[in-house]
């Protein structure tokens, strides 16, 4: 077999075994795995000690760019995603302009080729007037869509006679629709009451978008998914209970996917009192015991997949929440800390590396129609990969932060385990931290067609 690259002497993981192994990239796929050196090739990599990993595929991403570039920039935002082991993102439609039809889908492809460090696939957005625009945007390259149940980041609540609508149109070609899940009435009638209180404290946000609020939203979701027939997914599942719903759906037969998010298994309502707006996301941080319950679930198998939820803001726009939490926006960065967060459980004995290499690579890829390009290890797929150290030590610090907002909710805490190299299609592009890519060598990825090589 002809090879430009082999990977000797270390551990490679699916999401199955952990195995030795020489790996084989040619023209930047893999090209075969053999017990031993047998193939000469351009260049050998030694991974002694180190585990070799599929990239992560990161299904949630807001990279703000065109249009939010004080936030982040498609260049950093996937500079730093390849800092955390980030090899292809998923990002969602809230640009200028939003993504609402197949000409904002193709225009922001196109603005975006030159500026990504990494691959990157789109989501189009779900409003209460684009029901016509969504087959052509599915057509044009989406790998889904997203929608809220809520009045959030501009978007539309998306209440049950639009839902439903909008499911069963997106089940007539098979697509696949993300949905942000809270009942917006509830989330209305709390804030009205916390502000008639004049509460400004940090956890007046646990009150405002409260358990209730995702459960409810959560359940009416899969009674819609349920009665359509569309596929879909549960973004940023913060609570355990429901996580024990949507499999008990999927083993009805509903064609429903869970995600979590890191900071839903690593960050509690104690760090959003005393980080305040650094810790401002919605679902917000639950309580300890919740955590701990998510890390069961997770370890049980419950969970379809961990994303980031990247969505960064300048660290003045939230510390304009310090005095006032209502004064600070939803969201944190979390794109290059994500598989850092996992490795950390796996060196605590909560997950395995296996489970990790199906969270954040396999089942994304798998959900969002990439099978076959990423997400593995296999002969003929992408050679997007990661060289992962399960003894080094990391503590996260604002000043080591690459996405553009300069901080991150887990500044000063310690864990184990680390991405030492991400490769995207045979590409080196970060190495000890330092990421050595540049803007242009990620490209856009969607599904493949009847036909395509």
Avoid at 84 to 98: A, E
Wanted: charged share 25%.
């Amino acid at each position: 077999m002809k090879a430009d690259l082999a990977i000797i002497n270390g551990l490679l993981v699916d999401s199955r075994s952990i195995y030795p192994g020489v790996l084989y990239v040619h023209e930047g796929k893999v090209a075969g795995v053999t017990r031993d050196l047998e193939n000469q090739a351009q260049k050998v990599i030694d991974a002694q000690g180190l585990y070799i990993l599929p990239g992560a595929v990161d299904g949630h991403v807001h990279m703000m760019d065109p249009g939010y570039t004080d936030r982040e920039d498609f260049t950093t935002g996937t500079r730093a995603a390849a800092r955390g082991g980030v090899t292809t993102v998923i990002d969602h439609h809230r640009t200028v302009p939003q993504v609402f039809g197949a000409a904002e889908l193709i225009e922001k492809r196109n603005y975006l080729e030159n500026r990504a460090v990494v691959d990157f696939g789109l989501l189009g957005g779900l409003s209460l007037t684009n029901l016509k625009a969504l087959r052509g945007m599915w057509e044009a390259g989406a790998l889904g869509f997203k929608g809220f149940t809520c009045a959030l980041h501009e978007a539309d609540a998306l209440l049950s006679g639009n839902l439903m609508e909008i499911l069963d149109e997106i089940r007539r070609f098979d697509g696949i629709a993300l949905f942000h899940c809270e009942d917006d009435s509830l989330l209305k009638k709390k804030e009205e009451q916390l502000r008639k209180q004049g509460r400004k404290d940090p956890l007046s946000v646990s009150e405002w978008r409260s358990p209730e609020a995702e459960e409810l939203a959560v359940r009416n979701l899969i009674y819609a998914a349920e009665k359509t027939g569309a596929r879909v997914a549960v973004a940023h599942t913060s609570l355990p209970s429901l996580v024990l719903e949507q499999a008990a759906a999927r083993a009805r037969g509903i064609s429903l996917y869970t995600e979590t998010c890191a900071q839903y298994l690593y960050l509690t309502e104690e760090d959003l009192k005393a980080k305040g707006p650094f810790a401002k996301f919605t679902p917000p941080p639950r309580k300890r015991e919740e955590v701990e319950k998510m890390r069961w679930c997770l370890a049980q198998g419950l969970i379809d997949m961990v994303n980031s939820d990247h969505c960064p803001y300048p660290y003045a726009d939230k510390e304009a929440g310090v005095k006032d939490i209502w004064q600070a926006p939803f969201g944190i960065p979390g794109v290059e800390t994500a598989t850092l967060i996992l490795l950390d459980l796996v060196s605590r004995g909560l997950l395995t590396l296996p489970q990790v290499a199906y969270l954040r690579s396999e089942r994304p890829a798998m959900i969002y129609g990439l099978t076959g390009q990423k997400g593995t290890l296999r002969l003929g797929c992408d050679a997007d990969l990661i060289l992962v150290d399960l003894k080094r030590k990391v503590r996260f610090d604002n000043a080591q932060v690459v996405s553009k907002c300069g901080w991150t909710p887990y500044h000063g805490r310690e864990v184990t385990g680390d991405v030492v190299m991400t490769m995207v299609r045979g590409k080196v592009v970060m190495e000890g931290g330092k990421v050595t890519g540049g803007p242009g060598w990620g490209r856009f990825v969607t599904r493949r067609r009847e036909g395509d090589q």
